[in-house]
């Protein structure tokens, strides 16, 4: 599946970048940190807000922001603003 999503996005000039996805539900959204836990299977809490996000979207978004280790910002875009709510995009 990874080398057929890599065949079609070369199709398209998209770059695709691997992160590993370890950890990556275990970070909060909104700050960043690890300032929450899983409270259930599938769930994510932040005990800061005291808000419940799902955990799946939450690996996703961080695996999102990741940087690429090659420099060419999040998701394969050069980085710009509106692409990470932390320094006031969004
Ligand atoms: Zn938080």
């Known amino acids: 599946m990874l080398r057929r999503i890599y065949e079609v996005a070369e199709e398209y000039g998209i770059t ?3 992160v590993n996805e370890a950890y990556t539900s275990s970070k909060c ?8 836990s899983r409270v259930k299977r599938g769930l994510f809490k932040c005990t800061r807000l005291n808000k419940v996000f799902n955990a799946d979207l939450v690996g996703a978004y961080n695996i999102l922001i990741t940087p690429s280790p090659r420099g060419i910002g999040v998701m394969g875009r050069r980085p710009g603003p509106g692409l990470n709510p932390r320094n006031g995009g969004m």
């Open 16 to 18: 695709v970048v691997y």
């Open 29 to 36: 959204p909104i700050h960043g940190e690890v300032c929450g």
